[in-house]
């Protein structure tokens, strides 16, 4: 039996290793081409769960998340062990690909100032396949995979100011023709609007691959941000750098932004909020 934990949810249970293998994809269960990565997943699960000199298993990527993984998806796992305990399960394949830390590295990887922040939402929606009695493991995937107060905080902070900075030289370039340069800005605009919606949010901003998964399956409080009006605004950003999709998105977070307390951000930028709220006379 392997202990199994939702990140985000926190609720333990026990189950028998093949399920924990069915359930990670059950959309392509019956998929014979994936026959290959599920047996190799569930031959390094029963290894693991009997090697004392691993203290943590964690399974990330599409296989953790229902409905994501495809006939192509390997089975993305981290490997936690006690500090200079090596393991030599290290591998990147098209099948596994396990990443092995010692628990000293794990307790920072991800987090502020690690240098692996990129990384961190790899741990939203991870499931804990094994763990410390004390459930050390699941109590560190739970705190990469959310944001605290100030975490939150900072992030919306610094997002904002680099979104309101995005959307300005957009509407800049448009309104003196350069729509190349629009375009461009337009694009870029987009990662810091997200980062900073999902701060506000106190959440952390998912990889571009599973946006339309978490918009969907754990929706945004606010109505601007749901999947239904938000990802087709986002198409027709990438597809046309309409200036009114900018000026709706700006207006969109600015009262979220100015009641989470961030209202000195935007107006440090003064009169040149004019032209994200308006057009030019």
């Not at 991870?126 to 995937?141: F, H, M, N, S, T």
């Amino acid at each position: 039996m392997v202990p199994v934990v939702d990140a985000r949810g926190g609720a333990w249970w026990s189950a028998p290793v093949a399920d924990t293998v069915d359930t990670a994809d059950t959309a392509h269960a019956a998929d014979t081409a994936d026959i290959p990565a599920r047996e190799e997943f569930s031959a390094l699960l029963s290894r693991v769960d009997a090697d004392p000199a691993v203290i943590g298993m964690i399974l990330s990527g599409s296989r953790a998340r229902q409905g994501m993984a495809t006939r192509h998806s390997d089975y993305d796992v981290y490997l936690v062990t006690a500090d200079g305990g090596p393991v030599g399960e290290e591998r990147r394949d098209v099948l596994l690909d396990v990443v092995t830390m010692s628990l000293e590295e794990f307790r920072v990887h991800a987090m502020p100032g690690s240098g692996s922040e990129w990384n961190r939402y790899s741990f939203v929606h991870a499931r804990v396949l094994k763990d410390r009695p004390d459930g050390l493991i699941g109590e560190l995937v739970s705190a990469k995979a959310t944001l605290s107060a100030h975490e939150a905080g900072r992030t919306a902070a610094a997002a904002l100011d680099a979104f309101v900075n995005g959307v300005y030289r957009w509407l800049k370039n448009h309104r003196d023709g350069r729509a190349t340069e629009a375009r461009l800005d337009a694009a870029e605009s987009i990662p810091p609007l997200l980062s900073c919606v999902f701060a506000l949010c106190g959440r952390v901003r998912p990889y571009n691959r599973y946006l339309a998964w978490e918009l969907r399956n754990h929706p945004l409080g606010p109505p601007a941000w749901h999947h239904e009006r938000l990802l087709p605004l986002l198409e027709g950003v990438l597809s046309h750098a309409d200036p009114q999709d900018a000026r709706r998105l700006f207006l969109d977070v600015e009262p979220l932004a100015r009641a989470a307390g961030h209202g000195p951000v935007l107006d440090a930028w003064g009169d040149d909020l004019l032209l994200l709220r308006r057009e030019p006379g």
